[in-house]
C-alpha cells in the first residue's frame, strides 16, 4: 500500500542555520499529491506547501521542496530557521484525483533555539 | 469564509463512558474526514465521507466508534464505552474534490479517558 516515510524524528538546530527534512514515500500512483502540514503547539495542522510537478521548486514562507519522481523524495528546506519554525512537520501523500484521504508520516519535530 | 468547527475542545471520561464529537466543514467542501491523533503521532485516519456516503471507514473500531454525515454536511463522531486508550485529539478535516485534495483542519477535539 502507500506509504510516508519521514526518517528524523527530532530535529535540533540554531536559529539562522538551514533546515531540511527528508521525506520518501512510495505509491502505486504515478502521479501523486505531495504535501507538508505544520502543526504548531496546541495547534491543528495546516497546509504548508504541497505539489504534483515533478522537478519544480514549490515555495511558501521561505520553505521550499521540489517533489522528484526519480527518487520518490520530497523533502522540506530552509536556507535560515526562526524559532518561530519550532513545530512538528508532516509529509503527506495523496492520490491524483483527490479522491483518497491523505497518508501522513510519521512526523519530524523541528525545535529552533537562540 | 469560516473554517472547520468541531466541538467540545476538550473532554475528560471515566473509562465507559460515552462521547460525541460534532465538526461543522467549511461550506462546499464535499469531503469530510475524522483522523486521530494520539499524543506525540501523526493524524491517523479513522473514516472519511463524501457527501454523505461513508467512503473508507476500515481503520474505525467498528465495536465502539461510530461516524455519521446524514446530510452531506455536518458530522458527529460518537465513542461508546470508551478506553484509556482512546485518549488523543480528535481531528475533523474538509476539502472539496479536484481541489488536489488539500485537507482544512479543524481545532481538534482532545480526549482524554481515565
Known amino acids: 500500500g502507500d506509504s510516508v516515510t519521514q526518517t528524523e524524528g527530532l530535529v535540533t538546530l540554531t536559529e539562522g542555520l538551514p533546515v531540511m527534512l527528508n521525506c520518501t514515500y512510495q505509491?502505486?500512483?504515478?502521479?501523486?499529491?505531495l504535501f507538508w502540514y505544520v502543526q504548531h503547539l496546541n495547534e491543528s495542522p495546516r497546509l504548508l506547501l504541497k505539489?504534483?510537478?515533478?522537478?519544480k521548486r514549490t515555495e511558501h514562507q521561505g520553505f521550499h521542496a521540489t517533489l522528484h519522481k526519480s527518487s520518490s523524495s520530497f523533502h522540506l528546506q530552509k536556507s535560515s530557521a526562526q524559532l518561530s519554525d519550532s513545530a512538528l512537520y508532516y509529509c503527506?501523500?495523496?492520490?491524483?484525483?483527490?479522491?483518497?484521504?491523505?497518508?501522513f508520516g510519521t512526523g519530524t519535530t523541528v525545535s529552533v533555539s537562540p | 469564509e469560516a473554517g472547520v468547527t468541531q466541538s467540545p475542545r476538550y473532554a475528560v471520561l471515566q473509562e465507559g463512558q460515552a462521547v460525541s464529537f460534532w465538526c461543522d466543514p467549511i461550506?462546499?467542501?464535499?469531503?469530510l474526514y475524522w483522523y486521530q491523533q494520539p499524543r506525540d503521532q501523526g493524524p491517523q485516519l479513522l473514516v472519511y465521507?463524501?457527501?454523505?456516503?461513508?467512503?473508507?471507514n476500515s481503520q474505525l473500531p467498528s465495536d465502539r466508534f461510530s461516524a455519521v454525515r446524514p446530510k452531506g454536511t455536518n458530522s458527529t463522531l460518537k465513542i461508546q464505552s470508551a478506553k484509556q486508550g482512546d485518549t488523543a485529539t480528535y481531528l475533523c478535516?474538509?476539502?472539496?474534490?479536484?481541489?488536489?485534495?488539500?485537507?482544512?483542519f479543524g481545532e481538534g477535539s482532545r480526549l482524554i479517558v481515565v
Open positions: 478535516a474538509s476539502s472539496f474534490t479536484n481541489s488536489g485534495n488539500t485537507l482544512y
Open positions: 505509491t502505486i500512483y504515478s502521479n501523486p499529491f
Open positions: 505539489s504534483f510537478t515533478d522537478n
Open positions: 503527506a501523500l495523496s492520490d491524483p484525483q483527490g479522491g483518497r484521504a491523505l497518508i
Open positions: 461550506s462546499g467542501h464535499d469531503t
Open positions: 465521507f463524501r457527501d454523505e456516503a461513508v467512503i473508507d
